[in-house]
DNA sequence: AATGAATGAGGGTTCATTCAT
DNA sequence: AATGAATGAACCCTCATTCAT
């Protein structure tokens, strides 16, 4: 967008964008269009209809349309492991803390439905791609390591319980708010209810919240 | 599936196959392709090779490539509804019913990996072609029918807790039975768990039996 | 070349030429444009342009651009063999057999430059696709069990020199001939003499001729 | 060939190489990739990636791909007959002198199969940049001068027929010579013979040297 | 003197669909 | 009822060259 054509005879004048520029407006196109279509069904022309560019230039930056994808999913990765940089899980006690990791995942995947379908799309193709590539590969670790201190502190609080693998934990968050923006379009159809960002998001999150806390806390009902 | 062969002969025969077997096996295929590579990608030629036809006689019985991706929506949601119908919930007290249901689901996906793929391609096709057809958006309400008819038990019997809706247990229940199938790729090669049909099912499931039990029962805990 | 449209509306029908036809036309137009830039540097559109059809029907029809050369080559060695079948060499005495094998390859290489070409190219591209056709490597045997048959009669008469493998003697023919045609271009910029079909083909024969006859006949020579 | 390098250092550094050593390094690569793969189909990328420079350096030493092809061909040239001037003829017997001529000219092919590869190249183009550039038509007549001064020198002392033109007879040992190197896989394949720099050289050579001076001694046969 | 950036043209192949038979 | 023939569009990628710096 911001399409500003200055002249005309500035169409015929190559346009040396400064290469930085470039990349990052070919991975943003890239970004939504392998969100949008998946590997296999995304156009390299597509791509570079949404830059202005052509896609003899995408290939120049990034040599295939493979080499591309994985700096797409690469960046989408680097992203959220960011986001969740600034959690700043320490000052809260156990139980808040696990509450604001939901929220926390519960929004993102809202807010950054790209990301979910780039996951998606990357799963429907077997993981063929993540598995080459062995950067990918180490990115996503950190927040189950964030979740399993949680988890300690509150088992040393005596307020969550104690048998529970933290993967396991991880695993129900994000599938509860994945399914939420994965699924939104057969379920919200199916069952008239508005998924993904449309709809009452607050409630929805709040049950996902309410689903965990209750597993987790139930350490103590067991107490008992 | 029951794909009945007229008679042992027309097996080692080339042409003469009756048009109903045809078409039978043209689905088939096409559930398989469709799944392993979604909408756009999928391709009648890959699907015409997997069965013994052409292009043009799949065209010719189905019409396109979409309408022949609708049948097979189609029918795969009419499988696992039918194989709902064989739950017999009714003898069973409800937090058993309740089981029963998760155990059930979770072990579909696992064990019917091509409807999982079938939903989520269509998810991110953002639900276009279910939107388009009546038929298919009726197809899967009994379920929560179901499991509203056992949540209401419990509730009657005060096993469950009473403030909660049939479709965010549903929700619940999909949610945790789907993400196993849908991410084990990323999830797996990230966390070296092994997911989908691999690993220790049983205690994966256990899991989320776990999960949704504990929710729904905290009634109790809290009706303390 | 004869390019007549018959009416406008034929344009957009389609023309259904039958199939053999169809096929012939590819072939010949694909052994010019293979014959004329060898494997590499031939073009699917150029062959489709000499033929009035596009790309994806050769695609069609031979499956790919490899597979199609191979059917050029193929047809083109068939082509001299059966070309050598019709040489009747039983009823004449050695030496005009060998005369008559002689001059029967250097007037085919002259008359077929495209088969020259081919070879020529196929042996440029390292005999790549020749190994990978077992049809293809049995094809030009029979002209050397001929030239055997001949030696053979001619050692038993006393008129051939008995020291001579035959496979020496088909390369000697072979090499000469083909030196005529493959090297016209250069040899005859830098030495100013027409080669090839050009110039006097009948005096440059005749030298071939005299030195495959001069050798082998050598041995009486030998034996004074 | 005598690609000396400036000093021991350079090797390990990157960029400050002297015009000289990047033409000839171009150069020597180009050779490689035009005997390789033909005009048409080799790639300028392909000649940068055997240097350590760019399709743009290569454009800007040579202009074009064509003027670095012809480059390559006249320096290809240029050393076939620099190796011709150390054969040292005048003080041999005339058979003897004819004898060195054929084995020097079948041992270069064999040992500078490139050379053969871009005659056989330009060739194929129909002599097309050979026509165009004049300095490259006057390099290869020597060897035909040095043939005709000891074809007179036979002729002279009676050891030699007298009525052959030298240009056939160097037309002779080129083609036994060149044949032997164009058409090693076709030819090797085919007959299971090995061809070029492969199996038993000095024989092959032997029955080119034999048909070469059997044919020209035959004045003596023809004298009695 | 040297090069990274950029591009239009063309490469071969796959595609879903149509149509005559 | 069924199918081989045919096609135009789109696919990703490589190419030799140009130009601003």
Redesign the pocket.
């Known amino acids: 967008m911001a399409l500003q054509l200055p002249s005309d005879r500035t169409l015929a004048?190559?346009?040396?964008?400064?290469?930085e520029v470039?990349r990052a407006r070919i991975l943003a196109a890239a970004t939504a269009e392998f969100a949008a279509r998946g590997f296999d069904a995304?156009?390299?022309?597509?791509i570079a209809g949404r830059t202005q560019?052509?896609?003899?230039?995408i290939?120049?930056y990034f040599g295939?349309?493979?080499k591309l994808y994985l700096a797409v999913l690469q960046q989408a990765y680097a992203e959220i492991r960011e986001a969740e940089n600034g959690l700043d899980l320490d000052h809260l006690p156990p139980l808040a803390a696990i509450r604001r990791i939901v929220e926390f995942t519960y929004d993102y995947y809202v807010s950054h439905e790209y990301f979910v379908r780039l996951v998606v799309s990357e799963n429907q193709a077997k993981g063929t791609h993540l598995k080459r590539s062995p950067a990918l590969r180490r990115v996503n670790r950190p927040i189950v390591d964030r979740l399993s201190a949680v988890i300690e502190r509150g088992r040393a609080a005596g307020v969550l319980r104690s048998d529970v693998d933290p993967l396991d934990v991880h695993m129900a968050i994000a599938a509860l708010g994945m399914f939420n923006v994965t699924n939104q379009f057969t379920f919200g159809t199916i069952f008239q209810r508005e998924m993904g960002a449309k709809g009452d998001v607050a409630q929805r999150r709040q049950v996902v919240v309410d689903i965990v806390l209750t597993w987790l806390g139930s350490a103590r009902a067991q107490a008992h």
């Open positions: 004048m190559r346009k040396p964008k400064s290469p470039n995304a156009s390299m022309d597509a560019t052509t896609r003899a230039l290939n120049y295939s349309k493979e």
